[in-house]
């Protein structure tokens, strides 16, 4: 199985950038596509964006197209999302998972998550 711990999160504001790390423990991180995934308050969970297992792929949501990157560094087993130009909507706890499918994006392996606050 796969251990995920995410860190990073904090309060910034309106504007800013942030980079989230999802550290990863066993042996197979190599083999699995990764996403990123958000949850505000009252709302449900939100895709974020996902990367393959090369990394040479990636697709995001709607809302974060333009001022988030996902990346990853195999030989580190992490994966990071950078956010950049962060509004308040984007204030929710955003969690790493580790995806069966990168097509489908459904989450095999979870983290516990990491709470961002945007300010105004």
């Known amino acids: 199985q796969v251990q995920l711990v995410e860190s990073g999160g904090g309060l910034v504001q309106a504007g800013g950038s942030l980079r989230l790390s999802c550290a990863a423990s066993?042996?197979?991180?190599?083999?699995?596509?990764m996403g990123w995934f958000r949850q505000a308050p009252g709302k449900e969970r939100e895709f974020v964006g996902k990367?393959?297992?090369?990394?040479?792929?990636?697709y995001y949501g709607d809302s974060v197209k333009g001022r988030f990157i996902i990346s990853r560094d195999n030989a580190k087993n992490t994966v990071y999302l950078q956010m950049n130009s962060l509004k308040p909507e984007d204030t929710a706890v955003y969690y790493c998972?580790?995806?069966?499918?990168?097509?489908?994006?459904?989450?095999?392996?979870w983290g516990q998550g990491t709470q961002v606050t945007v300010s105004s």
């Open positions: 990367i393959s297992w090369s990394g040479g792929t990636t």
């Open positions: 998972a580790a995806l069966d499918s990168y097509v489908i994006a459904q989450g095999r392996y």
């Open positions: 066993g042996r197979y991180f190599n083999n699995y596509a």
